[in-house]
């Protein structure tokens, strides 16, 4: 635009303090240094990337975003309370700007065998916990945003269930972000264990206070152990001026089931990337997407699932509903390497274009190397049917509403897969007000 | 209540409707009968405001007002109802909530309070039972993976509930067998009333078996051809669409 763009993303580590956390640490900052040499290497991803094909990095870049990570502590429980759930009865962690804030969280008791803290909390105290979680499912070699992440290594919340803990009520996550004098970017880099047997449910969410301008960055690393279970409902109400980033790494054991809901409606640039990898045979990951996108807002879903091993199921079904000059990217790959035999993979795409000047691009792929698997692939990119509608009519509702009760009809399969009644009416009623001030040309 | 006058439509180039007249009176129940591709379904259409059909010529008033000046909604808001032939299935859409918020938009524009969760629950069962519906159906999306007696059992349901002034029923004993029939037309039926009107579109006498008409009209090539009461139906079926097409033509 004005020539003055950086050159990388180094940029966004400048700002840390000496004293960041976990320093002294020589295996942490070990992972650091390789981190930032990756992010080196990495530069500044172009066009001509596949994974950032239809997706420019200029507009990131351009925004001079720099990792602060001074606490924000003034706010009180009064200043968030829109934006948390009452009915959701859960264990709550609050992260204000990527730092966790015990005086908003409300962890409450937690059953024998279940850890849930902060990061940085327990770097300080028993970083030894900690040292096979850090890239124990993303692995050394990270792609750029990742590597960002482990580079700027912060704060974040930790789960860690034990064999065979069972936690009832869910672990919530708020990821709270408030806007900065300068553009802040903030790197949670969360890491969720569930061991063998044991069983969780996760919700996160990344909400604003208004409508200011920032950065998340997050990382997710989840392993789930032998017959673990994880129930796991994102939702992304980033302000509409932000940009949103996520790199989530599962890791699957054998006989593990893993759910994930993703719903996307904020941000002005957001980018998801899911990679799945199934370690051990009859893993089952379900993993559902639903993305709004309207004027200025951009929302990008890169899946790579890897089916590695025999005998493992994977379900994709991601929903896009798109208006005024909203776009939208679905790059999902699915690989069945030559012994995973048995795989059984579905994975669908389906957008509903409320305007004609909406965009989506999707790429739905499978590569296929073994020969005894049931495989399947479908997008669909579709308006809403006059008939529907005409119907709809018929019976007295006009026509905006009948075009709602429609588009949430599309949604349905996505949001009725929440893990409670609460988040589903929390999030019908977000997508129902985003369609309420949709353009319809 | 509702007066057709001189009315023709197009759908693209073809002239369907050519200059039809119907003039249907408070509680009266009117038999539109015709070969297929006669323009039945094409007067249903056009009378609840389906696009995709041109009025060239003509008018329709429905209770002093003009008809065709109006949205679908609108038309369906002061008491004009269809019974679709092919009802829509609405995958995803609830049957309840859908239903809730079309009684409480027709309600509002009559001036009536919007239902609460409790009276509309208790007035959706008793409606239910007219129709012989279970009320898993309440759970279910509209009309999706219902099977074809289900789906016409659906319409008369929501016309039981939203309870219109004129209700357009537009072939609907196509694809039901007999036991659905009578459920179908028993539901009608209950809803007949010296206020509401109907019209019942059918392409066969079998249905006026049990839904009797107060008049017959026989609809060819975009015009009714021939009136009469009842009987005329029997003669209808006795002797087929040929015979009354043959007369107007020597006539």
């Not at chain 2, 939203?162 to 809803?191: C, F, H, Q």
Request: net charge negative; proline share 4%.
């Amino acid at each position: 635009m004005n020539g003055t763009a950086p050159a990388s993303f180094e940029t966004w580590l400048t700002a840390r303090p000496d004293d960041r956390t976990g320093a002294g640490l020589d295996w942490l900052e070990a992972r650091r240094r390789s981190a930032l040499d990756q992010v080196r290497e990495h530069g500044v991803p172009s066009a001509k990337q596949e994974a950032w094909r239809y997706t420019s990095l200029k507009r990131l870049l351009e925004q001079g975003f720099a990792q602060v990570d001074d606490t924000v502590t003034a706010l009180r429980l009064d200043d968030i309370e829109e934006l948390l759930i009452p009915e959701l009865d859960s264990h709550r962690v609050v992260m204000v700007n990527g730092r966790y804030t015990p005086s908003l969280s409300a962890l409450g008791d937690l059953p024998h065998g279940v850890r849930v803290t902060g990061l940085r909390a327990l770097l300080a105290n028993d970083p030894d916990a900690l040292r096979e979680r850090i890239n124990g499912v993303a692995g050394e070699r990270q792609p750029l945003f990742a590597a960002l992440n482990t580079a700027g290594l912060d704060d974040g919340l930790v789960v860690l269930l034990d064999r065979g803990a069972v936690l009832e009520r869910p672990i919530e996550l708020i990821h709270l972000s408030v806007g900065m004098d300068e553009p802040r970017v903030a790197q949670p880099r969360h890491l969720v264990a569930i061991e063998a047997g044991a069983q969780a449910t996760l919700v996160e969410r990344y909400v604003s206070l208004g409508a200011s301008l920032y950065c998340t960055n997050s990382v997710l690393e989840l392993s789930l152990g032998r017959d673990a279970v994880l129930k796991h409902d994102r939702i992304q109400e980033e302000s509409p001026n932000a940009f949103h980033i996520t790199g989530l790494y599962l890791s699957q054991e054998e006989n593990s089931r893993y759910q994930g809901t993703n719903i996307g409606l904020g941000g002005a640039w957001a980018r998801t990337d899911l990679f799945t990898r199934f370690q051990g045979e009859h893993a089952e990951c379900d993993l559902l997407g639903l993305y709004l996108a309207g004027d200025r807002q951009l929302t990008d879903y890169h899946i790579d699932v890897h089916h590695a091993v025999p005998s493992c199921t994977s379900r994709e079904t991601f929903k896009g509903i798109l208006y005024g000059k909203g776009r939208a990217v679905f790059d999902g790959r699915v690989v069945v390497a030559k012994n995973a035999q048995k795989t059984d993979a579905a994975m669908s795409n389906k957008n509903l274009m409320l305007s004609e000047n909406a965009e989506i691009d999707t790429k739905p792929q499978l590569e296929i190397n073994a020969d005894d698997v049931k495989c399947s692939h479908g997008t669909t990119v579709g308006q809403i049917q006059p008939e529907m509608l005409f119907y709809l009519r018929s019976r007295g509702l006009s026509a905006p509403i009948a075009r709602r009760m429609l588009c949430m009809g599309f949604a349905g399969e996505v949001i009725d897969a929440l893990h409670a009644d609460a988040l589903r009416e929390r999030v019908s009623e977000q997508v129902g007000q985003r369609l309420e001030s949709a353009p319809l040309t | 209540m509702l007066s057709v006058k001189g009315l023709r439509a197009n759908v693209g180039e073809n002239e369907i409707l050519k200059g039809l007249d119907l003039e249907v009176g408070p509680g009266e129940v009117h038999a539109i009968m015709g070969p297929n591709g006669s323009g039945k379904s094409t007067l249903a259409h056009v009378l609840s405001g389906r696009e995709g059909y041109e009025v060239t010529a003509g008018s329709v008033t429905f209770e002093g007002q003009d008809l065709l000046a109006l949205e679908p909604e609108e038309r369906a808001q002061r008491g004009l109802f269809l019974a679709f032939q092919y009802p829509v299935e609405l995958p995803g859409v609830n049957n309840t909530y859908f239903l809730k918020a079309a009684l409480n938009s027709v309600r509002k524009s009559r001036g009536e309070d919007e239902l609460d969760a409790v009276s509309f629950l208790r007035l959706i069962k008793e409606k239910l039972k007219i129709l012989h519906l279970d009320d898993s159906l309440l759970k279910r999306s509209v009309n999706a993976g219902f099977s074809g007696g289900e789906k016409k059992r659906n319409e008369i349901f929501q016309m039981a509930l939203l309870e219109p002034k004129l209700a357009i029923l537009d072939e609907t004993d196509s694809g039901l067998d007999i036991d659905a029939l009578r459920v179908v037309a028993d539901g009608v039926n209950a809803l007949r009333s010296p206020e509401r009107s109907m019209i019942v579109v059918t392409h066969y006498q079998r249905l006026l078996d049990y839904i009797e008409p107060d008049h017959v009209h026989v609809l060819a090539k975009g015009r009714i051809i021939r009136s009469g009461g009842k009987e005329l139906a029997l003669e209808l079926e006795e002797k087929g669409y040929g015979w009354v097409v043959e007369e107007e033509r020597a006539a």
